[in-house]
């Protein structure tokens, strides 16, 4: 799928590309779009399957037209979640480490062609891309600590015992 579609941006004949962002239900033509892009924004909203977010997106999508989006996909041992849990809970055995994202936001690809697939999207294709963020564990642990990241903050409050020892 995503050969399709970079091989459709390198075609001057399909390449004319325009853009609008229009409020949730408004703005917009029915099926005005070839193409529906998101990127890093899907797993931020609650339940886009339920909220008329992905409803909206098949209305302005053109017949065959694709939808390219980019999310993290990840589960609850991605990463610097699952560094911390392993420091902390080794500092405290009972520390429970609280979920990545609110309840009802998705956390991957199988939640995304589920949804899709639930709001009449048909040929879903999903891929995994590695985002080459493999920094060590020393740099993802500094930037964890430094960041100010709302994951970072949740995690550091959620423990109860001595931080200096995590």
Same mark, same amino acid.
């Given at each position: ?38 990127t890093m ?5 609650p ?10 997106w098949?209305?302005l999508?053109?017949? #065959? ?5 980019? %999310?993290?996909? !990840?589960?609850?041992?991605?990463? *610097?979640? $699952? ?47 590695e985002?080459?963020? #493999? ?5 993802? %642990?500094?930037? !964890?600590?430094?960041?100010?990241? *709302?994951? $970072? ?14």
């Amino acid at each position: 799928m995503l050969d399709r579609l970079m091989s459709l941006c390198s075609d001057p004949a399909t390449s004319n590309v325009s853009d609008m962002a229009t409020p949730v239900g408004g703005g917009a033509a029915e099926a005005a779009f070839s193409h529906v892009s998101s990127t890093m924004a899907i797993h931020v909203l609650p339940a886009p399957d339920e909220t008329g977010t992905l409803a909206q997106w098949a209305r302005l999508l053109a017949p #065959d037209g694709i939808v390219a989006m980019g %999310m993290w996909d !990840f589960d609850e041992n991605y990463g *610097p979640h $699952a560094l911390w849990a392993e420091a902390a809970v080794a500092v405290d055995s009972r520390y429970v480490n609280p979920p990545l994202l609110p309840s009802r936001h998705w956390t991957g690809c199988a939640q995304l062609r589920a949804g899709l697939k639930a709001a009449g999207f048909r040929d879903v294709e999903t891929e995994v891309h590695e985002s080459g963020f #493999d920094v060590g564990k020393e740099r993802v %642990m500094r930037f !964890f600590w430094d960041s100010g990241n *709302p994951m $970072a903050v949740d995690r550091q409050s959620s423990f109860k015992g001595d931080l200096k020892k995590v």
